[in-house]
């Protein structure tokens, strides 16, 4: 497919052009030509009226597939532009959503794109009904004005039926999600602008190969995995990546997977330091957005600065300031740390991790008392798959000291231990790294 791309800025809209360009490359586009304008939306035609008949002369002179907006189209703008340049006309949202069908494999990713695609239908179907009743054109995508009304219906149908059908996939990762809670698991989750190396650091904390790949939109499947982080276990989820504006359509469409940053305990952002910092700060503030919008910035945040191997020890600490700054500014309080995925150079990120995760209130040192001696190897067991043991001290009763989630005391309990709450913090001191586990993760 070979595309003519057409960007508008303004003061309210600052596009990248690098990111348009990279966005058009990810959905398999061959880019002819990206035509740039300065100047306030126009209401017809988006562009104005001499960039426009500029446009037509490249169209007819290139003969591209499609025409592809970096600003969003309105239904009627959409409908103007196809009426002057006779060719297809998209724009940014719908080229996303291009990607997402290419990337999607999972029943549930494919589902949640085709929600939003739907979502994205309605309004231009609305449109082509208003205008067939002026007698402006027939229908929508060349039907006549009863069978847009009939398709109309049937979107709004499917897109009920795919609601049920998240809904039923939501109660299921409900179920899972509450079991690991019970069992103590720290929950963790991946988030962040897309192509930072989410998945790459996924690979790299859990010992994995999920796909990771240098594109945009690699992950739109909902990925979790188990690791160890000082003899506990935790897991980690990594999540679709986020983009600028990313528009509500998108976000209720894969609001079962985004979820997963709702849930977690510590949310991971990571950002791609090799990138100008302006790009960098563009793309972590477009990332608090959307985790506002979540709902989500109360929770321990690491900001990972990824990709330190691709740039220099002065220059990434230095965007390891800046972002501090940043963040302090918008009153976070998050741990910034630098790493490599690529190379596994995670060290700061363990360590910013151990102290979030003994930040969190349902984590905290106890001590378990075991009265019978034949019960001491399963509590120990327990322990040291999932909490942390301090000491363990062995008499007519064993007492052992651990760190350990609140959610597993009810299990401890079953097994006939006591557990009592030490008002102890956390030194370090003790740590057991259970290295005969051939777990892995």
Do not use: C
Not at 108 to 119: I, P
């Amino acid at each position: 497919m070979r595309a003519v791309g057409v960007i508008r800025k303004s003061k309210r809209e600052r596009i990248s052009r690098e990111e348009f360009e990279e966005l058009l490359r990810s959905a398999g586009y061959e880019v002819l030509v990206i035509l740039e304008q300065s100047r306030e939306e126009h209401p017809r035609y988006n562009i104005g009226k001499g960039k426009l008949e500029e446009l037509k002369e490249l169209v007819e002179k290139l003969k591209p597939d499609r025409v592809v907006f970096a600003n969003r189209l309105t239904p009627g703008q959409a409908y103007n532009l196809w009426k002057e340049l006779k060719v297809e006309v998209i724009d940014r949202w719908q080229l996303v959503l291009e990607i997402f069908e290419k990337r999607a494999h999972s029943r549930e990713a494919k589902l949640q794109v085709e929600l939003a695609s739907l979502q994205y239908e309605v309004p231009l179907v609305k449109e082509a009904i208003r205008r067939a009743k002026l007698g402006d054109r027939a229908g929508f995508k060349g039907m006549g004005e009863y069978q847009t009304r009939q398709y109309l219906k049937h979107i709004r149908y499917r897109m009920g039926r795919i609601r049920k059908e998240l809904e039923k996939v939501k109660a299921e990762r409900e179920v899972r999600r509450k079991r690991r809670e019970e069992v103590g698991f720290v929950l963790l989750a991946l988030a962040g602008y897309t192509n930072a190396g989410k998945s790459t650091l996924l690979n790299a904390l859990a010992k994995e190969n999920v796909e990771a790949r240098n594109q945009m939109f690699t992950t739109l499947d909902t990925t979790t995995r188990r690791f160890k982080l000082s003899g506990k276990k935790v897991l980690v989820t990594d999540t679709v990546g986020f983009i600028d504006g990313l528009p509500p359509f998108i976000v209720e469409a894969f609001h079962s997977t985004l979820e997963e940053i709702v849930r977690a305990d510590v949310i991971i952002l990571v950002l791609d330091s090799s990138e100008p910092w302006g790009e960098i700060r563009r793309k972590f503030l477009a990332s608090l957005n959307v985790l506002r919008e979540l709902k989500t910035l109360d929770r321990p945040m690491v900001i990972a600065l990824n990709k330190i191997d691709l740039t220099s020890q002065e220059d990434a600490e230095e965007k390891a300031r800046r972002i501090r700054e940043l963040a302090e500014e918008r009153g976070l309080s998050p741990w910034v740390v630098s790493i490599s995925a690529k190379l596994g150079r995670l060290d700061e990120l363990y360590q910013a991790l151990e102290s979030a995760v003994l930040s969190l209130p349902k984590y905290g040192a106890f001590e378990i008392t075991v009265e019978s001696p034949g019960d001491v190897p399963r509590v120990l067991s327990l322990l040291r798959s999932i909490g942390e043991v301090l000491s363990v001290e062995y008499g007519e009763r064993t007492r052992i000291k651990a760190y350990l989630q609140t959610g597993m005391i009810k299990e401890l309990t079953r097994m006939g231990a006591g557990v009592r709450r030490l008002d102890q913090p956390h030194k370090g001191e003790g740590l057991e790294d259970d290295e005969g586990d051939d777990d892995g993760r």
